[in-house]
Structure formats: C-alpha cells, structure tokens
C-alpha cells in the first residue's frame, strides 16, 4: 500500500465505534498496572542510580540469571548468563540474526505464512526466503528435509531455519513433537542452525505444553531461542532476550552496541523485580483466563457467522485466528470495504513471503472487547458475502 492509501484507511479505523481485529496487541486489561506501580517505585527508590544511567551492552546480569531460572522452570531449558542477551524487545533478536547470519542473497527457510516482523527484519538483510508450507500441526517437516537436500545437492544450503513453533503467528498452528523432533534432526545431520521464536508459549488455552526445540538441544549448538516480555508482562517497556550458542550472543553484542548501546535499563530493572518476586507466574493464569474466553467467543463467532465454505484454525494457545476464504476473494482487495463497514483484519499477504496467502485474513481476538469480537465477525461476514456476490459471476 502507498503512504496516502494507508492514511485514508485510517481515517476509517479512527471511528469511535470501529473494531479492531488488525495488531496484534495485548489486551491492556493483561497489563499488571498495580504490581508495576509499586515496582515502579521500588526501582526508584532503591536502584535509582543505577536504573537510570547507562547500563551493559549484554543485559542487567541479574535480569538474565532471573531469565535462566524462569526458561528452566517453563520451557525446561538449562541455559548460563554467557549464553543471554538481553534486547530492545525480540524483534531486535530476530534483526540481529538476520543480519550476522546472513550475506547478500543468502537463502534461510522460514514457514509459510510468517510472522511480518521477520519477514522486514530479513529483507532488512537481504535475505532471500525459502517459504516451507504449513498445515494444522505446523511446518510440514518432510517439506524441509526434500528442500534441504535439492540445495544441498547445489552446495547452497540455508543459513537457518525460522520458525515459531508454539501459536504461530499468524496461523495459531503448534508444531508437533514428531515434527520437532525431526527438525532437531535435520538441523543436526546438516548443521543447519534452528531460530526458535516464541513469544506466546506461556498462552495455553487447550491441550498439552509441547517441548521447546531449545529444550532438545543437548549440545546447545544447534537452536537460538528468541523471548520477550511483551506477551508476559507488557510490549512498552520493550525488553526481549536471545538464547544462543556464545558465539552468536558476541556477535549480537557488538552489533547492539552499533544499535543502542543497551536495552533501557530502566526497563530491565523493572523485568528483574517482576521475575524476581514472582508477578509474572500470578499474572500469566489471569491473561490465559481472559484470552481463553476471547479465543472461544470467536471461535463461536465463525462458526455462527461466517460463510461455509470458508475455514479457520483452532489454536490452543497465542493471539490469532487464520481465516481462509473462497479463493475468488482478495483480502488485501476486500480490505478497504471491511474498514469503511467498521472491521480491521490483516490481510493473509502481509506474511506472505512469496505472494500467496491472497484469500487469508489474521484475526487477533486478544483485543477487542467480548461483544465487539461477535459485533465484529458478523459485520466481516456480511463484508465477505456481499464481496462474495460480487466476485461472483452472474
Ligand atoms: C512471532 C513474533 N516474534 C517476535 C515478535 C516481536 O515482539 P517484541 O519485539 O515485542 O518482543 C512478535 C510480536 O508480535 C511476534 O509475534
């Protein structure tokens, strides 16, 4: 879209009663104001000086010790403060990989659709993508694997493989274990590094927790696990971290110095303090619970409302809903109507990296107010299907 298009879009999604199934923001009823309030404070009045000045280019020592702890005791991943960077939020993370890992033109695997922030962080550094289909249980593996060994047989392998295995965004799809055990495999026998994204791990609704691929790695070589706060805690205070292999956190670490010099050590400090006394494992039950019933009453919305033969994921965990369409419609084309009628979706190519994804839109139901979520899915289908009538010839 040009600059003047988007302006004109959101002088639609500025109407007082427009819903918003578009960013993928936190509900900010998630946000624990009252504890950090009083953390806050804390952090004034007790590490003032030093909260307040310059910190480490690598991160608050103490903050990554509490990050080792909290990674053991969710993803059980045993990992040292040699081994953490802490960075402005993990879209830093998934820049600075991009940029150490790759050179012009080199190829990495990335599943199909992708997050659209990895997306940018890769062209940002000229990385040519190899989209990897998926289906209900995440990247299709064996798709990996045939890909692996026609590049092999050109010696062009990839520079890694990026993938986010727990509610993916944008689909909500989980990575099986079998296929995660394959990927390990694969990353082993061709020395292929695995970028493990997962921002939405701890937002299980449904089903069972499903090992981390960082948890698999027994020499700690092979898997570069990417977090943040900002699903957790809050995105404003921007406090991410990577756990890599030591070679790659020296690597990030001269390039934050390039960067920011330090993640805000303010916002580290208040980080160490809600790991330290525990907020976060009182806060997550409440955000689940709240996300749990947004996820179901939209759920029941599609299914009420949509058209039939359109169909949707069933994630158990994370923010997003993937819709598909009848293949006559184009979402980016639909979008501009689904506005001026008071909805906001993404549309499916904005994670595409090839161009496919046409007739997909990503919903977030973390957002929106519960009435608003079923308000909101009937205005869209009746978008759909008038749009669809259209597309439709007599
Ligand atoms: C898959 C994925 N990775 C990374 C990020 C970046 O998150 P942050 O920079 O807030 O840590 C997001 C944000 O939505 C995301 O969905």
Redesign the pocket.
């Known amino acids: 879209m040009k600059p003047s298009e988007i302006r004109e879009l959101l002088k639609y999604a500025s109407m007082p009663d427009f819903i918003s199934f578009g960013g993928?923001m936190p509900n900010p009823l998630s946000f624990p104001m009252n504890e950090l309030r009083e953390i806050v404070d804390e952090v004034i009045d007790v590490n003032g000086k030093y909260a307040l000045q310059y910190g480490n280019t690598g991160g608050l020592p103490d903050l990554k010790t509490e990050i080792s702890k909290m990674v053991l005791k969710t993803e059980k991943i045993k990992t040292e403060e040699k081994n953490i960077i802490v960075t402005s939020?993990?879209?830093?993370g998934?820049y600075g990989l991009g940029k150490i890992f790759l050179n012009h033109s080199d190829s990495l695997i990335v599943e199909s659709p992708t997050?659209v922030?990895?997306i940018s962080a890769f062209n940002a550094n000229a990385g040519k993508m190899i989209p990897i289909e998926m289906d209900s249980e995440g990247i299709i593996v064996e798709k990996v694997e045939e890909k692996i060994k026609s590049l092999k047989a050109n010696s062009n392998l990839p520079r890694f493989i990026y993938v986010?295995p727990n509610y993916q965004?944008p689909t909500g799809h989980t990575l099986s274990l079998e296929r995660r055990k394959h990927l390990m495999e694969l990353s082993e026998t061709y020395q292929i590094p695995l970028v493990e994204?997962n921002?939405y791990g701890e937002l299980c609704y449904s089903g069972e927790k499903i090992p981390s691929l960082k948890s698999m790695d027994k020499s700690g070589e092979n898997v570069t696990y990417?977090g943040?706060f900002?699903k957790v805690m809050c995105?404003g205070l921007?406090i991410?971290y990577t756990i890599a292999p030591e070679a790659v956190v020296s690597k990030l670490n001269l390039l934050k110095q390039a960067l920011d010099l330090s993640s805000s050590t303010f916002s580290q400090y208040v980080a160490y303090e809600y790991l330290k006394k525990g907020v976060i494992y009182k806060q997550v039950p409440k955000t689940v619970e709240l996300y749990r019933k947004k996820r179901n009453i939209m759920l029941k919305a599609l299914e009420d409302y949509f058209p039939k033969n359109s169909t949707w994921s069933k994630p158990d965990g994370g923010m997003f809903i993937w819709a598909t369409l009848d293949k006559k419609i184009n979402t980016s084309e639909m979008l501009k109507t689904s506005i001026e009628n008071g909805v906001g979706y993404v549309s499916g190519l904005a994670f595409s990296p090839d161009g496919s994804h046409t007739s997909s839109m990503r919903l977030n139901f973390t957002f929106s107010e519960d009435e608003e979520i079923v308000r909101g899915i009937s205005k869209l289908s009746n978008t759909i299907k008038n749009v669809s009538v259209r597309a439709t010839p007599a």
């Open positions: 993928g939020g993990s879209q830093q998934l997050y922030g990895a986010i965004n994204d921002p990417l943040t900002s995105p921007r991410g």
